[in-house]
């Protein structure tokens, strides 16, 4: 499957819908989506994009899912019954994260408090440096888990905060490899994979 650039770009600010289940444990947030996942409506699709390698490799999901085509009903079903959910904060699609604001991801800040509050993940994990310091006004966050994130009156009431790498093809000084280690430790804190013995 593919698109052309004119096809893509009917897909400028598309929304594709969360993916979230009951017994939701991990939630990975984008920054927001792009062109082709908004055509293809699944999160993390370009592609040039490591987010099902990565999570695939990390043992998070049982199989790799074809981004490239979009995931089916299975497929969803099989993230969600493992507790592993997918938002993000801008919803909509622009053809690089760079054209949205600051004042957007401000306000997509915002918006995750409120979706983390009524889903109640055990785990956030932001997929983005730059998006979570923009995000939630942090300049000094630096990737990993986040200290004092399971204080039951910060932002995210309790549930644990991770800002792992962001899986786009861009993001050049990170491998599957790399992205399958950040993702499997917040996966372990969230009780989706076993630890290591």
Do not use: C
Request: charged share 25%; aromatic share 8%; glycine share 12%.
């Amino acid at each position: 499957m593919g698109f052309t650039r004119a096809e893509l770009e009917q897909f400028r600010d598309v929304e594709v819908p969360d993916l979230i289940g009951p017994g939701l444990k991990l939630l990975f947030v984008g920054i927001n989506p792009g062109l082709w996942t908004a055509a293809v409506q699944t999160h993390f699709a370009h592609p040039g994009n490591r987010f099902y390698p990565a999570i695939f490799r990390a043992g998070i999901s049982g199989y790799e899912i074809d981004r490239a085509v979009g995931m089916n009903d299975d497929d969803r079903a099989h993230l969600t019954g493992r507790g592993v959910g997918i938002t993000n904060l801008v919803r909509r699609a622009t053809v690089r994260a760079s054209e949205l604001s600051r004042e957007e991801l401000r306000e997509g800040g915002e918006r995750l408090t409120r979706f983390v509050a009524e889903h109640r993940p055990r785990v956030v994990a932001i997929a983005g440096i730059t998006a979570y310091r923009d995000a939630f006004g942090d300049r000094k966050a630096l990737p990993g888990r986040q200290p004092d994130s399971l204080d039951l009156a910060g932002p995210f009431g309790g549930a644990a905060l991770w800002v792992v790498p962001n899986p786009s093809g861009l993001n050049a000084h990170e491998t599957v490899d790399t992205l399958a280690a950040a993702y499997r430790e917040a996966a372990v804190e969230a009780g989706v994979v076993p630890s290591a013995a």
